[in-house]
């Protein structure tokens, strides 16, 4: 009957504990953290207030619903180049288009025809959709914008809406993983 009674009372303050931690930390998530994120200029509001950013990356349902269309417009409006003196301002560019906490990532190169194409794409936050970039490298280190879209991914999917890109007859030809052709864009010379 003792044990039992020091069991009851070492669980209870082993609750209480618990308790005090997971309110400590609520109050300090309110005091400290901050519900909106800078993009672009404009604030963004987000779902909950966040105080590690890792905590808000980590979260799949970051941003407050209502937001959700205006980051997308936020995202697909701006607008880069066309024309870039070298890959750190091509990329500088880029890298401001990119929603924070979100991924961008490194296509297939192309290398077609004496001519080099550097791919880009990001997501576009919580509507399965990735913004690409296409870019041919010039002479002199020159890079200029020869395509740039939106593309739809498979909410369900882990794979990229492009898996392989191949210049043809002037064309770029954009294909799936399963090979079927999604998208052609022709590049003038």
């Known amino acids: 009957m003792i044990r039992f009674r020091r069991l009851i009372v070492v669980l209870g303050v082993l609750l209480v504990s618990v308790g005090a931690v997971a309110l400590g930390r609520r109050a300090y998530v309110e005091?400290?953290?901050?519900?909106?994120?800078?993009?672009?200029?404009?604030?963004i509001r987000l779902s909950k207030k966040y105080v590690d950013y890792d905590d808000y990356k980590n979260d799949p349902a970051n941003l407050a619903a209502s937001e959700i269309p205006r980051v997308e417009r936020l995202m697909t409006d701006a607008q880069v180049g066309p024309d870039f003196a070298d890959w750190h301002d091509a990329a500088h560019q880029l890298i401001n288009i990119k929603f924070p906490g979100y991924g961008m990532a490194s296509g297939e190169n192309v290398v077609a025809a004496g001519r080099e194409f550097a791919v880009r794409f990001m997501e576009i936050p919580q509507v399965a959709k990735e913004r690409y970039f296409v870019l041919e490298k010039l002479a002199g280190g020159t890079f200029r914008l020869v395509d740039d879209f939106v593309a739809e991914r498979d909410p369900g999917s882990a794979y990229a809406p492009i898996s392989s890109i191949h210049l043809v007859s002037g064309r770029l030809v954009y294909a799936d993983?399963?090979?079927?052709?999604?998208r052609e864009t022709p590049v003038a010379r």
Do not use: F, L, M, S
């Not at 005091?31 to 604030?43: F, H, L, N, Q, S």
């Open 177 to 182: 993983r399963n090979g079927k052709i999604v």
């Open 31 to 43: 005091a400290i953290g901050t519900d909106k994120i800078d993009y672009r200029g404009e604030k």
